[in-house]
């Protein structure tokens, strides 16, 4: 493809579908594992190859070919790396896989403060990029640092809370565009657990589901455990039917927008925002539109949760995008408001 020198560990024309949870057909021109950063360094400096970092390929929808070099980030590791008065600190590799990095957080010294988020599809590496969130609880709210490689360099750079800008699924990766051109590859991920721990337990399906447990005053790994029930019954599982979790964002609208649809709609699930705007229930919208469990080619909008889209055997990049058109057009056309799709486009 050109004439560079790439190293040993680099693979050449590499299946990318079967390493996405929506697995639709792409492959890779370039192909690397990464377990050390090492491997990054060497990497680093300038090259006419784009880059793109994979992670466990949860929150990816490829179109087609990508006739760059794919970072598989792999690396490993996790440890207590230290604790004050306040909380204790953990980090993670890139590579990890979240949710048994929430469960070793829990059952190797009972640190609670990620429970909230345990079955979420993904790694550690790439949490932060777009600021996973579900039940109450949004992973800035445990953020204490990452580490990174710049790849233009191939020098580490240490990003703290601020640095990240994190917002509603948003951080400065997606801001900058560094998870698409690999500018900056996260490497580890510093968490700050803190003691004076507080179930978060209001959101409305876990606090259903923890009243039917009779938990008054449930303890972490008992607000796991229900989490995990409730997204086991709401949401697929990619090993039996693959999909990318919610492929919307939940739209923030202006106050007047959320005014003028709630007096329409006095059922439509909306949330205020701490900046006057309201979010809306995509999955409502959606569902009213009558999108939910319809299929269009061979992908489809989940029968138990309108917002995700599940791919019902064999479906293309394209049939998906058809279909995701259709269902922001229908959602535009009854109510007004624009859906942003929620994971990457490769
Ligand atoms: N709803 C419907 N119909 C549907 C789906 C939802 O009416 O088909 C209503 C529900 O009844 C509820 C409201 O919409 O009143 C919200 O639904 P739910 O609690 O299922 O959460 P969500 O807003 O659809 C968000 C996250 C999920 C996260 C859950 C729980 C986004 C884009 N999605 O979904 O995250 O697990 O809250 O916190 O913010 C993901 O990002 O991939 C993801 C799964």
Redesign the pocket.
Known sequence: MNGEKLPHFVERDADLGGRTTLALPGRAAFYAEIKSVEQLAQLAGKSALRRFVLGAGS?LVLTGDFDGLVLHMAIGGRELIGEDDDAWYVRGGAGEDWHAFVEWTLAKGCWPGLENLALIPGTVGAAPIQN?????LELADRFQSLEACDMLTGRTVRLDRDACRFAY?DSVFKQQGWHLDARLVITRVTFRLPKAWQPLAS???LAAELDQRQLGRPNARQIADAVIAV?RR??PDPASVPNA??F???PLVEANVGERLAAAHPDL?SYLQADGRVKL????L??RCGW?GRTLGQAGMYEK????LVNRGGATGAEVLALARAVQDAVRERFGVALTP?PVFL
Request: glycine letters at 12%.
């Open positions: 929150n996973i969130g579900a039940y109450g699924r959101y409305a399906d997204r709401k949401l979790g919610s919307f964002h939940n699930p229930a995509a999955g409502w959606i569902e939910k949760q309108a917002l995700v929620e």
